[in-house]
Each structure stands twice: as C-alpha cells, then as structure tokens.
C-alpha cells in the first residue's frame, strides 16, 4: 500500500484519500476531521478512568443513602413516641413519628423536643395551616429524603421546610418549582419565594419577568401584586433599571 | 504564513514545522501526535457534560447522605427507649440507642423487637462476645454509616453485621479488608471470611493464595488452617488443580 505523502502519519489510527484525511474517534468510533480533534489518548484514557471512578462514588452513594433511609412512621408505628396532629381537619387522624428523628432533622423541632415544653410533655405537636396530606408527605420526608410533587404540594412542603427549618427539603421544592418555572407563573412563585424567604426561587422567578417586561403590566399577577404588596413589584422594576444600566454601561 | 502541503487542515487546531504534525488536545493543552489521538470534539465535549452531571448526582447524593444521617445516641441519649450491653465486660457502661433504628438496620432486632420477645420488653439487649469499642463503634454505624477501620475493629464489626445482617457494614468491612489483603494476612483471612460468610473476602484471600502456592506449606497459618481445618486446605486445593486444569485446556 503506498503511504501518504505525511509519513508522519501511521495508517492504523486515521485513514486517508486523496483529498481529505480522516481520524477515527476512540469514543464513537466515527471518522473525523482533524479540524474537529477533541483529546490526545492518554487525556481520553484518563477520562475513562474519571468517569468510572465517579459512577463507583454514585454507586456508593446510593447505597449509603439507601441503607441510611428508615421506614416511614406510618408503616411502623409501633415504637413511636409522639403524634403531630394537623390543626385544620380537626377530624383527620394524627400522624405517629420519633422525636429522635424529628430532633435530628430540624432545629426548630430540637429546640421544641429537647427542652422541656408542652409538646415534649404531651407528645402531641400541633401544626398550623397544614392539611393532613401535606403534614403526612413532610414527616416521611424526614424519615425517607424523598416525596411526590406536583405545584401544589412543592409549594406546601416548602412552607413547612421553611417554618421548621428543613434546609434539604426546602432546596428540593425549590429545585422542583424552578424546574417548572414559565412566564405564567412567574410573578405568583415571585412573590411566594419572598414570602417564605426561597431566595433561588426567587432569583429564577426574577428571571423570568426580566424577559418578559413588554407583557409585565398586562400580566394579571402583576395587578393584584401591585394591589397586595407594591414594595415588591418596586424590586423588580428596581432590577429592571439596574439591569438597563449596565447593559448601557456595556455598550459603551 | 505558508500553508502546510497537507492542505485539509486548518492552521488554529494543529501546530505544524517541516518534519512533524501535531495537534492541541483541548484537555492538557499539550500537542499531540495523530498517532495519540483520543476523540473528537463531540464526544470530548459530551465526556466533559457528562462529567459535569456525575458531579452533581454525586453533590446530590452526598447532601442526601448528610439529611439522613442520625447523630449518635450516644451524643444525645434523651429520646432513647432502650440499651444494648456487651456481655464480655460486667462493668461496662451500657449504649443507648431507639428501637425505631435497630428496627430499620437490620432485620434481626427487627425481629426480636416487634415480637413479643425479652428484649423487647425488658429494654435491653445483650449482645455476646464483644467489647464495649466493637459494640460501641456498631451502634454508632448504624446511625451514620461511618466507622473508623483498622484491621481488628473491621473483623469486629463484620462478625456484628453478619449476626444482625446488616448488610451495607458487612460490605464495607470486606472492601476495608481487601484493600489491606497482602499474602502475610491471606490464610488467616480466608478462614476467618470462610467462617464468617463474607464472599467476596474469601474470593480476594483466595486469590491472593494462588499467587503464592509456592509458599503455602511454608506457611504457619497454613499449618494452623491444617490442623483446626483440614476441610478448607482441601478447598484451597481444588482451587489450585481447576486453575491449572483450566490454564492447560487453553494452552492446548
């Protein structure tokens, strides 16, 4: 076989025509350009070498996170020592759970348990403006790191992360709302997120009006925003100037 | 400048002198040879996307490891409702811990604790052949999953995880113990993982020893293992004979 005129080259790694010479790509094994060269071997290798070491840390992981889970308090609640008791359905039951586990996973909680108020004494935890399905999802929450969403039930658990200070609960409503964030409901998640100090959230929401400023003030939200809270909506137009400013100041 | 005769290449992605083509890997930023070539651009950048979602299950995963965490009862032994005592040492102070936890760890308290049994009732259990730092360090991984290893307090706790089949400590002792197999240690620990049903240990000594089958009879374990027992030598044995069997079909 006659070599290329670049005797540099070896033939096993590349191919070649008259006109155009080809490598062929050690991850998806096509044929490219040298123009579109991405790694030399050794920084491909080592790549490998990360990306295995990184699924084994996940796979770890997973299974620390699985052994560390506990069952719900619903499925077992023979060894529980108290009941929260949701204050609006003065009909529905209460919801069994372990002080151990509610101390070690709020502080609002510890302080409540570990000295010696109403609830320790009673067992018994009143909790306000909460529905029995939304107070149920948060205590297996505490229990499991894990719950079903939708809008409504993001927006509740939050609540309640945030009263009771359960920092990776509330991170994962507010991961979730984010995720579904959009023009028509940014306004509304605006001023929730202030309410319940979401400040992610907020900022996402933010966002979302700054590119849609043309629509702000026929945005109905926006109406009864003005109306509810005016000191809010002069945030965002606050954040409007601010953002005007330096796209001027780039621009010089 | 005067273009390369290889005209198909542009000059920003491959350096080039009279004798030699190089390219730049995008990784390390170093040239390259055609020969070494890894990947192409795509697939470079698709690795390093990955890569950066891998990081982040992993910060995920860790934060949700740090949520489920427990702190130890022995930190906070208020809310605690019962105690386990180790039975080799009479004046040793006893460890607090929930039921609600062995109960989620391991399913023999589970066992013994939603039936009616002793313990159950009386509150305590009493835990054979181990010292109060085994049992102490037991309980403690049971709320964290974490203990610090060394050779003995890692066949301590597999012995306690194989009794309580706590699964993801009996693991995490084997792959301690593996990590510090050499052929001084292999006997004693296939007999002890032999004992203890720890597979994957076994398996690791196992093959530790058939690197030193020149050495074994020399060995004092190996002696010990023959007297106390004969019926694990032979094992070793008929590992030794199907390797060599197996070794010799392929060479035919």
């Not at 052994?67 to 209460?94: E, G, I, K, N």
Request: charged letters at 25%.
């Amino acid at each position: 076989m006659p070599r290329h005129r670049c005797t540099v080259y070896s033939e096993s790694d590349y191919d070649d025509d008259d006109d155009n010479i080809t490598m062929r790509c050690l991850s998806c094994e096509d044929d490219y350009d040298p123009d579109d060269a991405g790694t030399c071997k050794e920084c491909y290798d080592e790549a490998n070498e990360t990306e295995e070491e990184l699924k084994r840390q996940i796979q770890d992981l997973k299974s620390k996170v699985s052994f560390l889970t506990l069952s719900s308090p619903l499925d077992a609640p023979s060894t529980t020592d108290l009941v929260l008791l949701p204050s609006t359905d003065a009909f529905s039951p209460s919801i069994p759970a372990h002080k151990a586990v509610l101390v070690s996973r709020s502080p609002v909680f510890r302080a409540m348990l570990e000295n010696d108020m109403e609830e320790s004494r009673s067992g018994t935890i009143k909790i306000a403006d909460v529905s029995y399905d939304a107070l149920r999802a948060f205590v297996n929450y505490l229990y499991t790191a894990e719950a079903f969403l939708d809008n409504q039930m993001a927006c509740n658990l939050l609540v309640l992360a945030e009263k009771y200070q359960v920092k990776h609960l509330k991170a994962y409503c507010e991961k979730y709302l984010i995720s579904k964030l959009n023009w028509e409901k940014a306004i509304v998640n605006f001023a929730f997120a202030h309410q319940h100090n979401a400040n992610q959230l907020q900022d996402a929401a933010l966002a979302v009006i700054m590119e849609n400023m043309d629509n702000l003030t026929k945005n109905e939200d926006y109406t009864e925003l003005v109306d509810s809270n005016p000191r809010l909506v002069v945030e965002i137009y606050e954040a409007y100037l601010s953002k005007q400013v330096n796209t001027a100041a780039t621009l010089i």
